[in-house]
């Protein structure tokens, strides 16, 4: 990871600590490396401690020790924070902007200082004052995840074709039925298969197990005589590419983009991501209770897990206004012949 060659010894003992004892996944930690790099070149630049003449990115980070952190007060973290809404995405196009930075990605920066900070003052108790306790979270209106219906997932199932079909087929079925993540999908290992449950490796390297009901027993079943044959160290893997090794994302999201475009589905704007709300959706529409959808999922809250409730909320209001009677409005009222009198 970047972090270890580049970060100061005060940011990398922290990020090696959310790594190795946390057990935070690599992309994870390397998430909070940009969030705290970006926040200490902030620092650096507004306290006159970086050359004039360097770009933002190209701040270096060595001037960074426990000092530093100490130092840094509570209007500080409040001014970076409006740094990262205004200045950052007008001025500056680098991969810590990718995301852009919205209500929901200055969230995170505020989770990655309030963590960092946590560690030093409460764990490791080297830093007396925390600037960022108490410190609000921004709050972002969750939009509610695009999904495709039932009569749209069978449309793309009906669509796989081709050399790979029963593999593409099962992958397919799997995201539609068990609501998985594609790492997880690329994960399986074929020996994490045990009758008609399945072993999955989720975020922060946490196991659950779901259950396959049949039509993903009858898609595995289908695959694996033509299973291609893997190569040497890729044998276990359950889903094999072309070139015999485990299949990866890249790979998974392309096949998935090119069936959504062989079923007319395209213009739907779904991605394999919103194959797993398309199963969540459906099973929370035929009665699973969201706490039993909160485990199938792999979700750490049940927050998460609740907006699936207002898809379904959303798809009744959707067929209510979808009546064609629904735009008419009531006549006006006629007056009877005692009311002209009067």
């Known amino acids: 990871m970047d972090y270890l060659k580049e970060s100061p010894a005060v940011i990398r003992d922290y990020l090696v600590y959310l790594e190795t004892i946390m057990g935070r996944s690599p992309r994870t930690v390397n998430e909070y490396y940009l969030d705290l790099r970006t926040f200490f070149r902030y620092i650096l630049q507004k306290r006159g401690l970086a050359s004039p003449a360097a770009e933002f990115s190209a701040i270096s980070l060595e001037k960074v020790d426990l000092e530093l952190v100490r130092s840094v007060t509570r209007s500080e973290v409040l001014d970076f924070l409006v740094f990262t809404a205004r200045e950052r995405p007008k001025h500056h196009k680098s991969s810590e902007t990718a995301y852009g930075n919205e209500v929901r990605t200055r969230a995170r920066k ?91 490796l989720g975020k922060g390297n946490k196991e659950r197990m779901i259950y396959l009901n049949q039509a993903c027993l009858n898609a595995i079943e289908a695959y694996l005589p033509h299973r291609i044959t893997p190569k040497a160290g890729h044998k276990n893997a359950l889903f094999i590419s072309q070139f015999g090794q485990r299949i990866n994302v890249q790979t998974v999201k392309a096949l998935v983009k090119k069936y959504l475009g062989a079923a007319g589905l395209s213009q739907k704007h779904c991605s394999v991501h919103k194959l797993r709300h398309t199963a969540a959706t ?19 809250n049940l927050d998460t897990t609740m907006i699936y409730t207002h898809v379904v909320d959303q798809n009744m209001k959707d067929a209510s206004n979808a009546n064609p009677l629904s735009q008419i409005s009531p006549p006006g009222r006629k007056k009877r012949p005692q009311e002209d009198e009067e």
């Open 110 to 200: 505020v989770s990655s200082l309030r963590g960092f900070y946590k560690y030093y003052c409460d764990k490791l108790q080297l830093v007396e004052e925390n600037p960022t306790k108490s410190l609000d979270m921004p709050k972002a209106q969750k939009a509610l995840p695009k999904h495709l219906t039932l009569r749209e997932s069978l449309q793309l199932l009906e669509s796989v074709d081709g050399k790979y079909r029963e593999r593409d087929y099962c992958i397919l079925t799997l995201f539609l039925n068990c609501g998985m993540r594609v790492s997880e999908l690329v994960g399986i290992n074929l020996q994490d298969i045990s009758d008609d449950r399945l072993r999955l």
């Open 282 to 300: 459906l099973m929370y529409q035929n009665g699973v209770d969201v706490r039993t959808l909160k485990e199938v999922l792999g979700h750490e």
